[in-house]
């Protein structure tokens, strides 16, 4: 369950055809996962590691977070719970906000665990973390503005 705040969304069915974005944003949330298991495929082939040492469980937990995000998009309605009172008048924008903001948080959490496999080799890698941080609060406050608006 997508626990947003106390408003649930049981007893609605809502079908929604996801546009075009909403894969545009798939689609930009997988190349953090991509690269991340070049560089590990890099580290274990040319630099000789093991896959362990290479950071091979980071990569899979990158790819379960980027999977288990990027379904969120394909749960039907009743799984998510809403920050305020859900009406027929509001559940589709509520909905495809919620939607969104599990595509932002997606990628900002395949950037952050792209920082989590450099971070061992690169020094910058740090900013990843904190920037990723940063993006993820913004998002969710800029997602409670939207949903109060539209509410």
Known sequence: MINLGHYSGNGH????RRAKV???LTGIALIPVLVEWG???YRAGAAGMSFGAAGAVE???AL???LVLGSSMFLPVRV???PFRITEANLARQYVLAIRLCQVLNIVAGCMNLGGVLGKTVPWA???YAGGFAL????VVCYMLLAFRMR
Not at 13 to 16: A, F, I, S, T
Request: net charge negative; proline share 0%.
């Open 22 to 24: 909403d894969y545009i």
């Open 59 to 61: 990569g899979i937990v």
């Open 13 to 16: 069915d809502l079908r929604y």
């Open 39 to 41: 560089i590990i495929a």
């Open 80 to 82: 998510f719970n809403f």
């Open 126 to 128: 740090a900013y990843l």
């Open 136 to 139: 993820m609060v913004v998002a």
């Open 64 to 66: 379960l977070v980027f």
